[in-house]
C-alpha cells in the first residue's frame, strides 16, 4: 500500500484533522475536516500519520464485526463499529456480559471473529494472528510470568524480538523507571504487591512500543485507593507516549477519568460513543443515561423538540420520542428543591423528603411525589424524586417529612 | 513456637482470665497438652519406622558379636552387588525418564484446554491413583497376560506377523523398563496434574500479545515455569522405581539382578556367616541413595521457592 | 419447539450470511490442532495402561493351553470352588480374609494416630506440624523393602514373647507404609479449611474440645478422612513385600502362591481386586463432587 493510498484511507475513516496545536486536537474529539479544503488535507494527513506514526499511535476501525462463541447462538459482538483516531484514549463500558471484553480481545487477535473486518493504522489486521497484530495487552491479573524478574518481564517483548541483552535491559530500566518501579527491578513479581504487579504488566506492555494499547480491567482486582492512583498515573503516560489506547472497565468513574471519549457498550453494541462531559449531558439513549451517573425518570409530555415536565418546558437532546406521556430523563443536579412557603412561581411539584445526604458540599435529597397524580403512571408506585443542590443552596432547617417544590431547570433533557 | 501459641490470643485469654501468672500457666498447660495428643504419633513412628530404621544402620556396622566393623560395606563392591546397582539405577532411571514424559504429557492432554472437572480428567486421575499403587504381583500377572509365553498379546503378534516374542522378553532390561513404566505413569498423572493446574492461560496470551510464538511460549515461558516440579516429580518416580520390590519380585523368582531382589536373598540367608550383615548393608546404601535423591528434590523445589 | 427452529434457522442464516467473507478463523484452527494432539497423547497413554488389563481379561476367559473359552475361573471365584479347575482356593479365601481384616485395623489405627495429632498441631504449633509432616513422609525415603530389614528383628520378638504370628499384626507395619498418603489427604483437607478460627468461634461459645473436635472438625475433614482411608485401603490391599519377607499370608502373597498352580483364577481376583480399588476411588471422587455441588447449592 503506497503512502498516498494510506491518507486518503485514513482521512476518509478516521474523519481525521489537524489543528495546529496537537493537544487541543487530541482533547477534541469532535474536531472535523470542516474548513479544511484541498491541498491543505492531504498537508493535515500526512502531518497527522506523521505525528503518531512517530508517537506510536495508530489508528483502528472495527467494521460490522460479528463474534459468536463456539457452542453458543447469541452474538457476543453484533455488527460492532467502532473507529478510533492516532493517539487517542477510547473507554468501553458497560455492565457484564455486555461484550466490552470480547471486543478488546477480538482486536488483539486473542478471538477469532465470524464477520467484519479489523484495521489498523489502515491495514487490516483480521488475518493477523496475535503476536503479529504489534498490540499490547494489560490483562486485569496474573498475566505477568511468575519465573522472571520485573525486569525480565518487562524485557520479555523485546527478547522475543531478538533485542541485544544490553539493548533491552536498558529500554527495559526505562519503562521501569517510567511506572516509578526501577528499585523493584530484580525483584520476583509474586512478591510485589497487586498495584506494583499491574504497573510491571503496563511497563512491559509499553516496552515494545505497541501500535495499541489494551488494557482489559487492569484496575478492577486493586484496592479503591490504589485504582485511583493507578488510573491517573495510566493516563499521564498513555498522554506522554501518546499511544492509541483501549480501555475496558465496567466502573463509571473510571472510565469518566480517563477517557478521551468512551463507548457504552450494551448487547454486543456500543449504544453511543463520545466523550464523557457529552455522554454525561447529551445521552442519546435511555440505556446510557441510565448506566452513567443518577437519573430521575419523571412524567412529561414531549412534542419532539420540547417537554413539559411538572409544568416546567425544558429542550430536549437529538433522539427523544414524541407523546403525551413519555418519561423524561432528568439529572438530580437539574431539579431545583424550594420550601412550598418561598415558592413563588407556578411550575413545580410537592413532594416530602425522605432521605436527605450530606455529601460534603453537596447535599443529595431523595422526596417522593405527594400527589397520586403520578402513581398511576409509575405503575402504581409512589413516585420518587432525588435531587442534588449544593449545600449552600439547601433550605435551612430542612428536615426528614418536611414538605418541598421540585421543580426542574431547563436544560436539556432526553425524553423516552 | 511461642509466637504461634500467642497468637492464639482471643480464646487462650478468655480461657486463662485476666490474671498474668494463670495466662502463663494455661499456656504452659496448652504446650503440655499439645504434646500429650502427639505424644502416641511419636511413640508410634519410633517403635516401628525409627527403631527399624536404626536396626538396619547399626546391623550395617555390626560384627557377628555386636562390635564396631566397617568390613560388612566390602561386600557392597563385590562385582554382582555393584552390577545389581548399576541395573537398579539404570531401570529406575529409563523407566522415570519416559513415565515423567509420558506422564507429563498426559497431565498437560487432560488440563490443557480442558474443563477444570471435566469428567475425563475425573476418571483419569481416579484410575491414575489406583494404577499408581498397582505394583507387585498383580502387575506381573497383567503383564505375562499380555506378553508372556501363552500372553494375548504374544499370540496376536504371532498371528499377525508371524514373529515370535521372546518369552524370556519380559526379564529383560527392556522388559522389566516397559513393566515399570505402567505404575510409573499413573504416578506421574497424578503428582504432575495440580502443577499443569497452575499453568495461566493469560501468560499464553500476554506471550502472545507481546510478539511470542508457539515455540518462543513453551521454551521461555511455561517449560522454565514447569521445570521445577517436573524435575522434583521425576527424582520422586526415580524413587519409587528404584525402592520397587514387588513387581521385580514376581516376576524372577530366583535371580538377583535388582538391589531389592538382592537384599531379598541376604535375608533369607542371614544364617550364613558370609552373609552377616548383608542385608543391612545393602538397605543402608538404598536409603543413602533414595535421601540424596529426596534431598535433590527438596533443593530443586526450594530453588524454584524463590519465585514461588 | 417452534421457537428452537426459529433459532436455528436464524443462526443457520447467519452463517450462510457470513460464509462469504468470514474472516479466517486462527484461533479455532489452533483448537483443533491442539485437541488432535491431545487425543492422540490420551489414546496412547490410556491404550498402554488399559491393554494390560484387557489381555488379563481375555487371559481369564481363554484357557491358555487349550484355547477353550470358558467362565471356570470366575465360577470358581464366585461359587468358592475351585475343584473343577483343580485348585485349593483355601489360600487365597485366607489371604483374601486376612488382608480385608488388615485394611480394618490399619484405617482405624491410622485414623486415631494422624487425625488428632494432625489438628492439634495444624492449630497450635508450625514447629511441630513440620516435624509430624517430616516424620509422616519419610517412609518415602526409607522403602519398604528396607524398612522390612529392620523390622524383621522387631516382629521375630513380637511373635514370640508378646503377641502371635497372626498375619493381623502386620498392621502396625502398614500404617507405617500408608502414613505418608495418610498424611497428604488430611493435609489438604486442613489446609482448605480455617481450622483455627472454626477452633476458637466454638470455644468462645462455650463448646468442650472433645465437643469441638467431633461436631465441628469433624465432619468438616470427613471428605479428606475419606480419602485418606481409601487410598490406605488401596495401599494395603496391594502390599506384598512386607507380607512375604516376614512369611506372612495376606491376598498378594496368596495370589503368588496360587499364581504358581493356577494362574487364571490368581488373573482373575487380581482384576477383581483391581476393579474394587477403581471403584472405591471413583466412588469417592463421585461422593465429593456431590458433596461440593450440595454445598454450592445451598
Not at chain 1, 33 to 62: N, P, Y
Not at chain 1, 104 to 122: K, P, T
Not at chain 3, 9 to 36: C, F, M, N, Y
Request: aromatic share 8%; hydrophobic share 50%.
Amino acid at each position: 500500500m503506497t503512502a498516498d493510498q494510506k491518507i486518503s484511507a485514513s482521512s476518509l475513516t478516521a474523519g481525521a484533522a489537524v489543528k495546529p496545536d496537537e493537544d487541543a486536537f487530541k482533547n477534541d474529539p469532535t474536531a472535523t475536516l470542516e474548513g479544511v479544503r484541498g491541498k491543505d488535507v492531504t498537508k493535515a494527513a500526512k502531518q497527522l500519520l506523521r505525528e503518531s506514526a512517530k508517537r506510536g499511535g495508530g489508528s483502528i476501525q472495527m467494521q460490522d464485526v460479528v463474534k459468536i462463541y463456539p457452542g453458543s447462538t447469541k452474538r457476543a459482538l453484533d455488527d460492532f463499529n467502532l473507529d478510533i483516531k492516532p493517539g487517542e484514549m477510547v473507554v468501553l463500558l458497560g455492565g457484564s456480559g455486555c461484550g466490552k471484553s470480547t471486543a478488546l480481545r477480538s482486536l488483539a487477535g486473542l478471538e477469532d471473529i465470524q464477520g467484519g473486518r479489523i484495521m489498523v493504522g489502515g491495514q487490516d489486521v483480521t488475518g493477523v494472528p496475535v503476536n503479529k497484530r504489534e498490540m499490547a495487552m494489560v490483562f486485569q491479573a496474573y498475566s505477568l510470568f511468575p519465573h522472571m524478574t520485573a525486569l525480565e518481564n518487562v524485557a520479555f517483548g523485546l527478547e522475543v524480538r531478538g533485542v541485544g541483552k544490553e539493548e533491552r535491559r536498558k529500554v527495559a530500566m526505562e519503562q521501569l523507571e517510567l511506572v516509578g518501579l526501577a528499585d523493584q527491578a530484580k525483584k520476583y513479581t509474586q512478591q510485589m504487591s497487586g498495584g506494583q504487579q499491574q504497573r510491571v504488566a503496563l511497563a512491559r506492555a509499553l516496552a515494545i512500543k505497541p501500535r495499541v494499547l489494551l488494557l482489559d480491567e487492569p484496575l478492577s482486582a486493586l484496592d479503591a485507593k490504589v485504582r485511583v492512583q493507578l488510573r491517573d498515573e495510566i493516563r499521564r503516560i498513555q498522554l506522554n507516549t501518546g499511544t492509541t489506547t483501549v480501555f475496558v472497565t465496567h466502573d463509571q468513574e473510571e472510565a469518566l477519568a480517563v477517557a478521551d471519549r468512551i463507548g457504552v457498550m450494551n448487547k454486543g453494541k456500543i449504544e453511543q460513543i463520545a466523550a464523557p462531559q457529552d455522554l454525561y449531558q447529551r445521552p442519546a439513549t435511555e440505556y446510557v443515561a441510565t448506566f452513567i451517573g443518577l437519573t430521575n425518570r419523571l412524567p412529561g409530555a414531549s412534542n419532539g423538540e420540547e417537554a413539559v415536565v411538572f409544568g416546567q418546558r425544558l429542550p430536549l437532546l437529538p433522539g427523544s420520542t414524541k407523546g403525551d406521556a413519555v418519561a423524561v430523563l432528568v439529572r438530580p443536579e437539574n431539579l431545583t428543591l424550594t420550601l412550598p412557603s418561598q415558592h413563588d412561581s407556578h411550575v413545580g411539584e410537592r413532594a416530602r423528603v425522605e432521605v436527605i445526604h450530606f455529601l460534603g458540599s453537596l447535599v443529595r435529597v431523595d422526596t417522593v411525589i405527594t400527589s397520586g397524580e403520578y402513581q398511576r403512571w409509575n405503575k402504581g408506585e409512589q413516585l420518587k424524586v432525588t435531587v442534588q443542590l449544593p449545600a449552600s443552596e439547601l433550605p435551612a432547617g430542612l428536615a426528614v417529612g418536611d414538605d418541598v417544590v421540585v421543580t426542574p431547570r431547563a436544560v436539556a433533557a432526553l425524553a423516552c | 513456637m511461642t509466637a504461634a501459641i500467642a497468637q492464639n490470643g482471643p480464646a487462650a485469654a478468655k480461657a486463662a482470665g485476666p490474671s498474668a501468672t494463670s495466662s502463663t500457666l494455661a499456656r504452659h498447660r496448652q504446650e503440655l497438652g499439645t504434646l500429650a495428643v502427639t505424644l502416641p504419633f511419636f511413640a508410634y513412628t519410633a517403635c516401628f519406622l525409627l527403631a527399624p530404621t536404626v536396626i538396619v544402620v547399626l546391623g550395617a556396622f555390626q560384627t557377628r558379636d555386636g562390635g564396631f566393623t566397617l568390613a560388612n560395606f566390602s561386600k557392597l563392591f563385590e562385582a554382582n552387588t555393584v552390577s545389581a546397582f548399576v541395573t537398579s539405577i539404570v531401570v529406575s532411571i529409563a523407566s522415570s525418564v519416559i513415565g515423567a514424559v509420558v506422564g507429563g504429557l498426559a497431565s498437560y492432554a487432560l488440563v490443557i484446554g480442558a474443563k477444570p472437572n471435566g469428567l475425563m480428567r475425573r476418571m483419569v486421575s481416579a484410575i491414575s491413583s489406583v494404577l499408581a499403587q498397582f505394583g507387585g504381583v498383580m502387575l506381573a500377572f497383567a503383564f505375562i497376560a499380555t506378553i508372556g509365553i501363552n500372553g494375548i498379546g504374544t499370540m496376536f503378534i504371532k498371528q499377525v506377523t508371524g514373529l515370535t516374542v521372546n518369552p524370556n522378553w519380559l526379564s529383560s532390561l527392556p522388559g522389566l523398563v516397559t513393566v515399570y513404566c505402567y505404575f510409573q505413569i499413573p504416578l506421574m498423572i497424578i503428582i504432575f496434574l495440580p502443577a499443569v493446574d497452575s499453568i495461566r492461560p493469560q501468560w499464553r496470551e500476554a506471550c502472545e500479545s507481546l510478539g511470542g510464538n508457539t515455540v518462543q511460549y513453551w521454551t521461555r515461558v511455561a517449560l522454565p515455569i514447569l521445570a521445577p516440579r517436573f524435575i522434583s516429580a521425576f527424582l520422586l518416580l526415580f524413587a519409587s522405581a528404584f525402592s520397587a520390590y514387588a513387581t521385580a519380585a514376581a516376576l524372577f523368582s530366583q535371580r538377583s539382578i535388582l538391589v531389592p531382589l538382592m537384599i531379598q536373598g541376604a535375608m533369607r540367608n542371614e544364617m550364613d556367616p558370609n552373609q552377616q550383615g548383608f542385608a543391612q548393608v545393602l538397605a543402608f546404601a538404598m536409603i543413602v541413595v533414595v535421601a540424596i535423591v529426596m534431598l535433590l528434590s527438596h533443593a530443586v523445589e526450594k530453588r524454584a521457592g524463590r519465585w514461588q | 419447539m417452534n421457537e428452537t427452529n426459529a433459532t436455528n434457522a436464524t443462526v443457520e442464516a447467519v452463517a450462510d450470511e457470513t460464509v462469504g467473507t468470514k474472516p479466517p478463523q486462527l484461533r479455532a484452527a489452533r483448537v483443533r490442532k491442539q485437541s488432535i494432539i491431545k487425543f492422540v497423547i490420551l489414546l496412547v497413554t490410556l491404550g498402554f495402561l488399559f491393554i494390560p488389563l484387557f489381555s488379563m481379561l481375555i487371559f481369564t476367559l481363554r484357557h491358555p493351553l487349550s484355547g477353550r473359552w470358558s467362565l471356570a475361573p470366575w465360577v470358581a471365584i464366585f461359587t468358592g470352588n475351585g475343584e473343577s479347575l483343580g485348585a485349593d482356593l483355601t489360600v487365597l479365601w485366607q489371604g483374601l480374609g486376612t488382608s480385608l481384616a488388615l485394611c480394618v485395623v490399619t484405617v482405624v489405627i491410622m485414623l486415631l494416630l494422624m487425625v488428632p495429632t494432625m489438628v492439634i498441631v495444624h492449630i497450635r504449633s508450625k514447629a511441630l506440624e513440620r516435624a509430624i509432616e517430616w516424620v509422616a513422609t519419610l517412609p518415602l525415603t526409607i522403602p519398604a523393602i528396607v524398612l522390612v530389614v529392620g523390622l524383621g528383628p522387631i516382629y521375630r520378638w513380637l511373635s514370640a514373647d508378646v503377641l502371635s504370628t497372626n498375619p493381623i499384626w502386620l498392621c502396625f507395619a502398614y500404617v507405617i507404609l500408608v502414613m505418608p498418603f495418610a498424611f497428604r489427604a488430611i493435609a489438604v483437607g486442613l489446609n482448605s479449611i480455617d481450622v483455627k478460627t472454626l477452633v476458637e468461634a466454638s470455644r468462645s461459645l462455650g463448646a468442650s474440645w472433645p465437643k469441638v473436635f467431633f461436631r465441628v472438625i469433624i465432619p468438616n475433614l470427613w471428605q479428606s478422612i475419606l480419602s485418606a482411608s481409601f487410598i490406605s485401603i488401596a495401599v494395603v490391599l496391594g502390599e506384598y513385600t512386607v507380607a512375604s519377607l516376614l512369611g506372612r499370608m495376606n491376598l498378594q502373597v496368596a495370589l503368588y502362591q496360587l499364581g504358581q498352580s493356577n494362574s487364571q483364577i490368581s488373573t482373575a481376583m487380581s482384576l477383581l481386586a483391581l476393579l474394587f480399588g477403581v471403584v472405591l476411588l471413583v466412588a469417592l471422587d463421585l461422593i465429593s463432587d456431590a458433596m461440593r455441588k450440595s454445598k454450592e447449592g445451598k
